[in-house]
């Protein structure tokens, strides 16, 4: 039978969907990325979801007489095949062995403690669970950035740098020496990103950035400063942000995003994937990452559940086990909605 911490039976109902609902409620205020990408659920009975992914098409003016599927033929015949075909694909995701947070609590100790174990310690399971997934997500788009394309002629991943004397990381980057120059550089490198979503023909709503604290707050450190260090908040000319509420608003069609939990490691790890030998890859070395642009087809995520809830009272240990598990899949969908800014 379910029991929350220190707690008579008939009242475990109750205080088992206030932990339920406390740990959900964590769980969305830590995740930045997840609601921003496609997701699916999985059908019963299968491991993976297949994306369709097709090339582009051209027309042209016939010619009386010319065979429309000939390679000759202006405007009939595809980039990417031949005989006037478009690049046909599939892109599958495939779902990861179950992610679990949980926690053991004396039954004992939970009475003596002079605050409410079960509220905290629910909030805890749900930041560690959104944690792990923003960070997963965040290295699907790294390297989404760096894909080439499928096809000839095709959508690559967008990557651009900030090159910074002297330094490879955000550390360097936000140096406040240096602000008047390396604010100026950073724009440039979003501005370009956005150059080359907006050539890939990316869809304008949904584009967002996202960037550490560091990088956030120097580029709110920069707006109090003036017209030299990037007019992002003037409202003079359109600044949306806001310095007294610490908000960026847009950049350049961006909606600015402050995470924690961008990765900053060289991660190296297959250990996710149900099958050793197939799945998703989460491998990425983002050391030197500055900031993650993205817009919602950029990845996906197959889920075979959400984040489901369980606690159990544990008689042999007299204590109580609360469990937070989430069961989903995520990879690259349109690499050309992936981008990334280094620094170099």
């Known amino acids: 039978m379910a029991r929350v911490i220190g707690t ?7 205080l088992y969907e206030l932990f339920a609902g406390e740990v959900l409620a964590e769980f969305a205020k830590t995740t930045v990325a997840m609601d921003k990408v496609r997701q699916r659920t999985l059908p019963k009975g299968a491991k993976s979801i297949s994306f369709p992914k097709l090339g582009t098409a051209i027309a042209g003016y016939h010619t009386a007489g010319q065979n429309i599927i000939s390679t000759d033929a202006a405007g009939y015949a595809s980039t990417a095949t031949t005989n006037g075909d478009v690049y046909k694909g599939e892109k599958l995701i495939y779902a ?7 926690v053991l609590i004396d039954d004992l100790e939970a009475k003596l403690l002079a605050w409410d174990a079960r509220a905290e310690y629910s909030k805890l399971l749900g930041r560690a669970i959104g944690d792990k997934i923003d960070q997963t997500i965040m290295r699907v788009i790294f390297n989404g950035a760096g894909q080439s394309a499928d096809y000839t002629g095709g959508p690559t991943g967008i990557a651009k740098t900030v090159n910074v004397a002297g330094t490879t990381d955000v550390a360097g980057l936000v140096a406040t020496a240096d602000i008047a120059t390396n604010i100026p550089l950073f724009l440039t490198a979003l501005m370009e990103v956005k150059t080359a979503m907006d050539d890939a023909s990316v869809p304008v ?3 967002v950035c996202v960037i550490p604290p560091a990088v956030y707050n120097w580029l709110l450190a920069g707006a109090l400063k003036g ?23 847009n950049v350049a069609g961006f909606q600015m995003v402050m995470s924690n939990n961008m990765p900053f490691s060289n991660f190296s790890s297959t250990d996710h994937r149900l099958i050793s030998t197939e799945g998703n890859t989460y491998t990425a070395n983002t050391t030197a990452l500055g900031a993650l642009c993205f817009q919602t087809e950029a990845a996906g995520m197959v889920k075979v559940s959400d984040l489901a809830i369980e606690s159990e009272y544990k008689t042999e240990y007299q204590a109580d086990l609360l469990v937070a598990k989430l069961a989903c899949g995520v990879d690259v969908l349109r690499p050309e909605a992936c981008a990334k800014i280094t620094v170099t």
């Open 8 to 14: 008579a039976s008939n009242n475990t109902t109750l």
């Open 96 to 102: 990861d062995k179950l992610l679990i947070s949980s």
């Open 205 to 207: 709503e949904g584009r």
């Open 227 to 249: 017209v030299e260090y990037g007019l992002i908040l003037n409202r003079d000319v359109g600044g949306a942000g806001s310095v007294s509420t610490g908000g960026l608003g």
